[in-house]
């Protein structure tokens, strides 16, 4: 195995983790891959490959340690899943140039999301997946599908706002359903990506097997530290990626 090889499943693997736990890896799978010599929209599509096995292993992560939101998450899915198809398509023709500029800003809006929250104690409520509440998360995940089947990076930090201040779910089951979201709606992405030929398998595989790997430890891992920890992690992580995107 190549140098090349080992590096890409090292950085997998730390993209993995922090996909599971907060968000964010694609800003460090995608510029890898452009490194490899991959064009931005193969290097995009490539990367859903890693990110559907490695959704797929974090959501086995969490149910072994008994953390799920079905039917919740399956719903929320479904919608997400046509959003992703129109976003792929979207992503298959957009200029590489474009996708920081749009990310930058979107990042920087979900820090000051953050930073301006209102401050709600989702352990003293009720969760709230049923009635309104549901039909309201469809509704926003739809178009939270558009933009992870258009480019996925920062999606989690996203979902981890919207489910936990909207459906009142704890941090550790936010991530349980973001991850099952993700999978399902990758599953287009994946679909249009190859239906026009945006995929390297061979470098997606690989990849695959480092998010994979980091995924299967930070599920487990996030459900045994608790929210505490999971909120620690994403406020670094999301001031870190914001940082790095508006200024580098």
Not at 160 to 175: A, D, E, F, T, W
Request: glycine share 10%; proline share 2%.
């Amino acid at each position: 195995m190549s140098f090349d090889y080992v590096l890409l499943i090292g950085v997998g693997f730390i993209a993995g983790f922090i996909n599971t736990i907060a968000g964010g890896g694609t800003l460090l799978t995608m510029p890898m891959l452009i490194f490899m010599g991959l064009p931005p929209s193969v290097a995009n599509g490539t990367n859903r490959v890693a990110i559907l096995i490695q959704t797929a292993i974090g959501v086995k992560g969490f149910q072994s340690k008994g953390v799920t939101t079905h039917p919740f998450s399956i719903y929320l899915g479904i919608s997400a899943l046509f959003g992703s198809l129109i976003g792929a398509q979207i992503a298959v023709d957009i200029k590489g140039e474009t996708f920081n500029k749009i990310l930058a800003i979107v990042m920087v809006l979900v820090v000051l999301m953050i930073v301006f929250k209102p401050k709600v104690s989702v352990s003293e409520l009720v969760e709230r997946t049923t009635g309104k509440y549901l039909y309201i998360s469809i509704f926003i995940f739809f178009f939270l599908g558009i933009y992870g089947g258009f480019i996925n990076a920062g999606i989690g930090f996203m979902m981890l706002i919207v489910l936990p201040y909207v459906n009142r779910l704890s941090l550790v089951k936010s991530n349980a359903t973001k991850v099952a979201v993700v999978c399902m709606y990758t599953v287009g992405a994946v679909f249009m990506f190859a239906l026009n030929d945006k995929i390297n398998w061979k470098y997606g595989l690989i990849l695959a097997i480092g998010n994979a790997s980091g995924a299967w430890i930070s599920s487990r891992w996030s459900v045994e530290k608790g929210d505490k920890m999971v909120k620690v992690f994403v406020v670094v992580m999301i001031s870190i990626l914001s940082v790095k995107l508006w200024f580098f």
